[in-house]
T-cell receptor
Framework: GAVVSQHPSWVICKSGTSVKIECRSL??????MFWYRQFPKQSLMLMAT?????????EQGVEKDKFLINHASLTLSTLTVTSAHPEDSSFYIC??????????FGPGTRLTVT | QKEVEQDPGPLSVPEGAIVSLNCTYS??????FMWYRQYSRKGPELLMY????GNKEDGRFTAQVDKSSKYISLFIRDSQPSDSATYLC????????????FGQGTRLTINP
């Protein structure tokens, strides 16, 4: 399977600032990556599908201007949370789609907005 | 109604017990079914995937899918304390559609 890393693993920021989270596919050329958000004791909710070299596809209810996704290469996708607010505090997880069957997930990034 | 329903638990069993985890789904278009294990503050790890109805076994883990009743199960035999985690079921439509729809996850604790 694909090995996926995320950076940072934990970030604290002040309300109103922007935060960038990186997702790297270390051993697989990923044309498609996914970004999820997970609130405590809840399941993963897909935010957007990131396609290399094109615009991301956002799920209904996800603000594309607030959650900026860039997939500039086959190994890197970034999620920028702009003008973060306390309600954006969550666990953000990316995954790599390897084709037919599997998605492989990164270790997640815990965002705390104060 | 959620597309994938899963009892969040928590579920607590003694070491060595057989664990049964279940999900139901409502979308008949789902053809691929996965089980992920997630430890606290970590990303999900793929355990099993099954295409259409049937059983699949991998070591102590067995996944079952019954499309007629839209019911999926994961059985863990000889459960170990290291199996303590949250287990998430996920469903996906046919080839070419990669979007996963997850259940809420069941928190499982195996007591030594």
């Amino acid at each position: 399977g694909a090995v996926v890393s995320q950076h940072p693993s934990w970030v604290i920021c002040k309300s109103g600032t922007s935060v960038k989270i990186e997702c790297r596919s270390l051993d697989f050329q990923a044309t498609t990556m996914f970004w999820y958000r997970q609130f405590p004791k809840q399941s993963l909710m897909l935010m957007a599908t990131s396609n290399e070299g094109s615009k991301a596809t956002y799920e209904q209810g996800v603000e594309k201007d607030k959650f900026l996704i860039n997939h500039a290469s086959l190994t890197l996708s970034t999620l920028t949370v702009t003008s973060a607010h306390p309600e954006d505090s969550s666990f953000y997880i990316c995954s790599v789609g390897t084709g037919i069957h599997e998605q492989y997930f990164g270790p997640g990034t815990r965002l705390t907005v104060t | 109604q959620k597309e994938v329903e899963q009892d969040p638990g928590p579920l607590s069993v003694p070491e060595g017990a057989i664990v049964s985890l279940n999900c139901t789904y409502s979308n008949s278009a789902f053809q691929y079914f996965m089980w992920y294990r997630q430890y606290s503050r970590k990303g999900p790890e793929l355990l099993m995937y099954t295409y259409s109805s049937g059983n699949k076994e991998d070591g102590r883990f067995t996944a079952q899918v019954d499309k007629s009743s839209k019911y999926i199960s994961l059985f863990i035999r000889d459960s170990q304390p290291s199996d303590s985690a949250t287990y998430l079921c996920a469903c996906r439509r046919g080839q070419g559609a990669q979007k996963l729809v997850f259940g809420q996850g069941t928190r499982l604790t195996i007591n030594p």
